[in-house]
Protein backbone atom coordinates (compact mmCIF):
# COMPACT_ATOMS: atom_id res chain seq x y z
CA UNK A 1 0.00 0.00 0.00
CA UNK A 2 1.42 3.46 -0.79
CA UNK A 3 1.42 6.08 1.82
CA UNK A 4 3.17 8.20 4.41
CA UNK A 5 5.10 6.78 7.18
CA UNK A 6 6.48 8.61 10.45
CA UNK A 7 8.37 7.08 13.22
CA UNK A 8 8.32 6.88 16.13
CA UNK A 9 4.36 6.93 17.31
CA UNK A 10 6.01 8.81 20.35
CA UNK A 11 9.12 10.41 21.29
CA UNK A 12 10.52 11.56 24.56
CA UNK A 13 13.19 14.47 24.90
CA UNK A 14 15.49 15.34 27.08
CA UNK A 15 16.43 18.83 27.58
CA UNK A 16 19.92 19.79 25.62
CA UNK A 17 19.36 16.58 23.13
CA UNK A 18 18.48 16.54 19.16
CA UNK A 19 16.07 14.14 18.18
CA UNK A 20 15.34 13.14 15.09
CA UNK A 21 11.65 12.59 13.67
CA UNK A 22 11.37 10.46 10.58
CA UNK A 23 9.07 10.91 7.86
CA UNK A 24 9.01 8.24 4.53
CA UNK A 25 6.76 8.08 1.64
CA UNK A 26 6.41 5.54 -1.20
CA UNK A 27 3.98 7.93 -3.11
CA UNK A 28 6.73 9.24 -5.69
CA UNK A 29 5.96 12.50 -4.51
CA UNK A 30 8.04 15.29 -5.07
CA UNK A 31 6.74 17.35 -2.47
CA UNK A 32 7.14 17.36 1.39
CA UNK A 33 6.00 19.18 4.28
CA UNK A 34 6.72 19.32 8.34
CA UNK A 35 4.08 20.83 9.94
CA UNK A 36 3.97 21.68 14.11
CA UNK A 37 0.36 20.85 15.82
CA UNK A 38 -0.29 22.72 18.94
CA UNK A 39 -3.80 22.38 20.75
CA UNK A 40 -5.67 25.87 19.30
CA UNK A 41 -2.93 26.75 16.64
CA UNK A 42 -4.14 24.59 13.66
CA UNK A 43 -1.43 23.73 11.51
CA UNK A 44 1.81 25.56 11.16
CA UNK A 45 4.74 24.67 8.87
CA UNK A 46 8.01 24.11 9.63
CA UNK A 47 9.75 23.02 6.53
CA UNK A 48 8.92 22.17 3.31
CA UNK A 49 10.88 20.69 0.40
CA UNK A 50 10.00 21.29 -3.77
CA UNK A 51 12.54 18.66 -4.79
CA UNK A 52 15.69 16.32 -3.66
CA UNK A 53 18.77 18.54 -2.26
CA UNK A 54 16.64 21.89 -1.80
CA UNK A 55 14.27 22.98 0.51
CA UNK A 56 12.85 26.30 2.29
CA UNK A 57 12.40 27.00 5.96
CA UNK A 58 8.05 27.92 6.92
CA UNK A 59 6.95 30.08 9.67
CA UNK A 60 8.07 28.63 12.33
CA UNK A 61 11.76 26.71 11.48
CA UNK A 62 13.86 28.39 14.43
CA UNK A 63 15.16 25.09 16.32
CA UNK A 64 14.70 22.63 13.81
CA UNK A 65 16.65 21.60 10.64
CA UNK A 66 15.98 19.19 7.71
CA UNK A 67 17.16 17.24 4.84
CA UNK A 68 15.93 15.68 1.89
CA UNK A 69 18.88 13.41 0.16
CA UNK A 70 16.19 11.18 -1.48
CA UNK A 71 12.84 11.77 -2.76
CA UNK A 72 11.38 9.27 -0.04
CA UNK A 73 12.51 10.38 2.56
CA UNK A 74 12.11 14.39 4.89
CA UNK A 75 13.65 14.23 8.36
CA UNK A 76 13.27 16.33 10.62
CA UNK A 77 15.54 16.88 13.73
CA UNK A 78 14.27 19.21 16.65
CA UNK A 79 17.44 20.85 18.23
CA UNK A 80 18.07 21.93 21.38
CA UNK A 81 17.35 25.50 20.42
CA UNK A 82 14.20 24.39 20.17
CA UNK A 83 12.89 26.09 23.58
CA UNK A 84 9.79 24.39 23.90
CA UNK A 85 9.13 21.50 21.71
CA UNK A 86 5.94 19.45 22.80
CA UNK A 87 3.64 18.92 20.35
CA UNK A 88 1.90 16.58 17.40
CA UNK A 89 4.46 16.74 14.47
CA UNK A 90 2.59 15.76 11.05
CA UNK A 91 4.47 15.17 7.83
CA UNK A 92 2.78 15.18 4.28
CA UNK A 93 3.61 15.94 0.81
CA UNK A 94 1.89 16.15 -2.66
CA UNK A 95 2.44 14.87 -5.55
CA UNK A 96 4.46 18.13 -7.69
CA UNK A 97 4.94 21.59 -6.44
CA UNK A 98 2.61 22.65 -9.91
CA UNK A 99 -0.49 20.62 -8.64
CA UNK A 100 -2.59 23.26 -6.97
CA UNK A 101 -5.38 21.71 -6.78
CA UNK A 102 -3.36 18.18 -5.38
CA UNK A 103 -4.26 17.82 -1.60
CA UNK A 104 -1.64 16.96 0.95
CA UNK A 105 -1.62 13.26 1.74
CA UNK A 106 -0.18 12.74 6.22
CA UNK A 107 1.60 10.52 7.98
CA UNK A 108 -0.08 9.64 11.22
CA UNK A 109 2.07 12.18 13.22
CA UNK A 110 4.93 11.69 15.89
CA UNK A 111 4.03 13.01 19.57
CA UNK A 112 7.09 14.46 21.60
CA UNK A 113 7.06 15.16 24.91
CA UNK A 114 9.83 16.62 26.90
CA UNK A 115 11.03 15.29 29.88
CA UNK B 1 0.39 37.14 4.30
CA UNK B 2 -2.34 34.85 3.26
CA UNK B 3 -4.06 34.16 6.79
CA UNK B 4 -7.06 31.63 7.20
CA UNK B 5 -9.72 32.13 10.24
CA UNK B 6 -12.29 29.60 11.84
CA UNK B 7 -14.11 31.81 14.07
CA UNK B 8 -15.71 29.06 15.93
CA UNK B 9 -13.57 26.80 17.72
CA UNK B 10 -16.00 24.31 19.09
CA UNK B 11 -19.16 23.03 17.64
CA UNK B 12 -22.19 20.49 18.43
CA UNK B 13 -24.90 18.92 16.21
CA UNK B 14 -27.13 16.26 16.61
CA UNK B 15 -27.22 12.88 14.78
CA UNK B 16 -28.79 13.25 11.29
CA UNK B 17 -28.83 17.11 11.62
CA UNK B 18 -27.36 19.56 9.21
CA UNK B 19 -23.99 21.47 10.42
CA UNK B 20 -22.50 24.62 8.48
CA UNK B 21 -18.53 25.11 10.09
CA UNK B 22 -17.28 28.33 8.83
CA UNK B 23 -14.50 29.61 7.38
CA UNK B 24 -12.77 33.01 5.67
CA UNK B 25 -9.57 33.99 4.47
CA UNK B 26 -7.20 36.94 3.34
CA UNK B 27 -5.71 37.29 0.32
CA UNK B 28 -4.82 39.22 -2.96
CA UNK B 29 -4.34 36.77 -5.69
CA UNK B 30 -7.21 36.15 -7.74
CA UNK B 31 -6.38 32.43 -8.45
CA UNK B 32 -6.20 30.01 -5.65
CA UNK B 33 -7.70 26.76 -4.11
CA UNK B 34 -9.55 26.27 -1.13
CA UNK B 35 -9.24 22.50 1.11
CA UNK B 36 -11.52 21.51 3.96
CA UNK B 37 -9.81 18.77 6.06
CA UNK B 38 -10.94 16.53 8.57
CA UNK B 39 -8.87 14.98 11.52
CA UNK B 40 -10.74 12.04 13.59
CA UNK B 41 -9.68 11.49 17.28
CA UNK B 42 -6.80 8.93 15.55
CA UNK B 43 -5.42 12.09 14.36
CA UNK B 44 -5.19 10.89 10.92
CA UNK B 45 -5.84 13.91 8.38
CA UNK B 46 -8.41 13.29 5.84
CA UNK B 47 -9.25 15.19 2.81
CA UNK B 48 -13.01 16.15 2.95
CA UNK B 49 -13.80 18.82 -0.23
CA UNK B 50 -11.49 20.79 -2.36
CA UNK B 51 -12.68 24.23 -4.54
CA UNK B 52 -10.68 25.84 -7.06
CA UNK B 53 -11.31 29.32 -6.80
CA UNK B 54 -12.37 30.40 -10.31
CA UNK B 55 -15.34 27.58 -10.52
CA UNK B 56 -18.31 29.32 -9.60
CA UNK B 57 -20.35 25.76 -8.59
CA UNK B 58 -19.51 25.16 -5.03
CA UNK B 59 -17.89 21.43 -5.01
CA UNK B 60 -20.15 18.64 -3.51
CA UNK B 61 -18.81 15.27 -1.74
CA UNK B 62 -21.61 13.13 -0.80
CA UNK B 63 -23.05 14.40 2.32
CA UNK B 64 -20.28 17.36 2.54
CA UNK B 65 -20.70 20.72 0.43
CA UNK B 66 -19.30 24.18 0.42
CA UNK B 67 -20.62 27.55 0.00
CA UNK B 68 -17.79 29.49 -1.64
CA UNK B 69 -18.16 33.15 -1.73
CA UNK B 70 -15.20 34.87 -3.54
CA UNK B 71 -15.93 38.45 -3.13
CA UNK B 72 -16.49 37.93 0.66
CA UNK B 73 -13.80 35.67 0.90
CA UNK B 74 -15.99 32.66 2.95
CA UNK B 75 -15.32 29.15 2.44
CA UNK B 76 -17.98 27.00 4.38
CA UNK B 77 -18.95 23.53 4.98
CA UNK B 78 -21.66 22.13 5.16
CA UNK B 79 -22.67 18.25 6.66
CA UNK B 80 -25.72 16.63 5.84
CA UNK B 81 -27.51 13.98 7.45
CA UNK B 82 -24.87 14.62 10.20
CA UNK B 83 -23.25 10.88 11.59
CA UNK B 84 -21.18 10.23 14.70
CA UNK B 85 -17.71 9.09 12.40
CA UNK B 86 -18.19 12.92 11.92
CA UNK B 87 -16.94 14.10 15.00
CA UNK B 88 -13.43 15.21 14.76
CA UNK B 89 -11.44 18.73 14.01
CA UNK B 90 -12.30 20.06 11.01
CA UNK B 91 -9.50 22.72 8.98
CA UNK B 92 -9.90 24.81 6.52
CA UNK B 93 -7.18 25.54 4.06
CA UNK B 94 -6.01 27.65 1.61
CA UNK B 95 -3.10 27.21 -1.41
CA UNK B 96 -1.96 29.97 -4.20
CA UNK B 97 0.78 29.76 -7.10
CA UNK B 98 2.34 33.08 -5.39
CA UNK B 99 2.43 31.59 -1.75
CA UNK B 100 5.21 29.01 -2.40
CA UNK B 101 2.29 26.19 -3.03
CA UNK B 102 2.33 25.92 0.76
CA UNK B 103 -0.32 24.82 2.55
CA UNK B 104 -2.45 27.90 4.92
CA UNK B 105 -4.19 26.54 7.72
CA UNK B 106 -7.09 27.81 9.64
CA UNK B 107 -6.74 27.53 13.94
CA UNK B 108 -9.70 24.14 13.66
CA UNK B 109 -13.08 23.55 14.67
CA UNK B 110 -13.97 20.98 17.01
CA UNK B 111 -17.21 18.88 15.71
CA UNK B 112 -19.03 16.94 18.55
CA UNK B 113 -21.72 14.90 16.74
CA UNK B 114 -24.20 13.69 19.53
CA UNK B 115 -26.03 10.47 19.20
Known amino acids: DGGITQSPKYLFRKEGQNVTLSCEQN?????MYWYRQDPGQGLRLIYY???????QKGDIAEGYSVSREKKESFPLTVTSAQKNPTAFYLC??????????????FGPGTRLLVL | AQTVTQSQPEMSVQEAETVTLSCTYD???????LFWYKQPPSRQMILVIR??????QNATENRFSVNFQKAAKSFSLKISDSQLGDTAMYFC????????????FGTGTSLTVIP
Open chain 2, 51 to 56: QEAYKQ
Open chain 2, 27 to 33: TSENNYY
Open chain 1, 49 to 55: SQIVNDF
Open chain 1, 27 to 31: LNHDA
Open chain 1, 92 to 105: ASTPSPGGLLETQY
Open chain 2, 93 to 104: AFRAPLTGNQFY
